[in-house]
């Protein structure tokens, strides 16, 4: 938390960071993690976590995805936030997760939005 104009600590709305890191560097990984930091502090939101999916097999209901949708059942949870689209998941993928979090009555917020021609 940061103190805001009136110098007073405020709480942001909750998110939870994911990130889909196959065959990752360690920079790397470190850059997409302060990436996540980087918008929550910009966006006065409050980052309580990062779930991390490691294995390319991973199905749509990974470990590490059924861990963020356990999250979001809490009660004040704005979102979900990941660097982009990509790291929900090949496309397939990756939109069964996006309806999953939209039912779990959150919202999914991107750092890098897709690019529309």
């Known amino acids: 938390m940061e103190p805001l104009t009136e110098l007073r600590l405020v709480s942001g709305p909750v998110v939870y960071g994911f990130l889909r890191l196959v065959r990752v560097s360690e920079a ?3 850059a997409l993690a302060a ?7 910009s966006h006065e939101l409050e980052l309580s976590g990062v779930f991390t999916e490691r294995e390319a097999s991973a199905g749509p209901g ?14 004040d949870v704005y979102g979900v936030l990941a660097p982009a689209a ?12 996006d309806r ?10 991107l750092v890098r939005r897709p690019h529309h021609s």
Do not use: M
């Open 28 to 30: 790397r990984q470190e």
């Open 35 to 41: 990436s996540l930091a980087e918008y929550c502090r």
């Open 62 to 75: 990974s470990a590490a995805f059924t861990g963020l949708l356990d999250v979001l059942a809490l009660p």
């Open 86 to 97: 990509s790291h929900l998941g090949p496309r397939a993928i990756a939109a069964e997760r």
């Open 100 to 109: 999953w979090i939209k039912a779990a009555g959150s919202r999914l917020l």
